[in-house]
């Protein structure tokens, strides 16, 4: 994913025509908007429901860049058998994130969206 948090600041900047602020913050979403762009690919007839099956989702979502990178796990870890759990729960993503301190706001990708829920289950 591309998570690029650009300020705000930076964002309204582009809509003066006075600043360049690219890329998109997908950071806490990114797994929930993967799963919504296969659902509307299916829904348009892209894809097949067949064709996004967990080992799939599995592989692309968490196993095929570590795998491409070539990296381990650390010394004494394993590969997590957690697993997450998506639901409709009324999500949506804000409007805004603002730093711990308040100096620094991003606007994320999709904001205001519904999404599905995540959750991890051990």
């Known amino acids: 994913s591309d998570s690029a948090p650009h300020p705000i600041q930076s964002k309204e900047q582009i809509k003066a025509g006075t600043g360049v602020a690219a890329g998109c913050f997908t950071q806490g979403w990114t797994t929930v908007l993967v799963i919504?762009?296969?659902?509307?690919?299916?829904?348009?007839?892209?894809?097949?429901?067949?064709?996004?099956?967990?080992?799939?989702?599995?592989?692309?979502?968490?196993?095929?860049?570590?795998?491409?990178y070539q990296l381990t796990y650390g010394k004494g870890?394993?590969?997590?058998?957690?697993?997450?759990r998506l639901e409709r729960q009324g999500e949506t993503i804000p409007k805004s994130i603002k730093s711990a301190n308040g100096n620094i706001e991003?606007?994320?990708?999709?904001?205001?969206?519904?999404?599905?829920?995540?959750s991890w289950i051990d």
């Open 36 to 68: 919504r762009a296969l659902e509307n690919a299916m829904a348009q007839g892209w894809i097949k429901r067949e064709q996004v099956t967990q080992e799939v989702l599995e592989g692309f979502l968490s196993e095929h860049g570590r795998a491409f």
């Open 77 to 84: 870890q394993a590969a997590r058998k957690a697993r997450i």
């Open 106 to 118: 991003v606007v994320p990708f999709r904001r205001g969206q519904e999404v599905m829920s995540l």
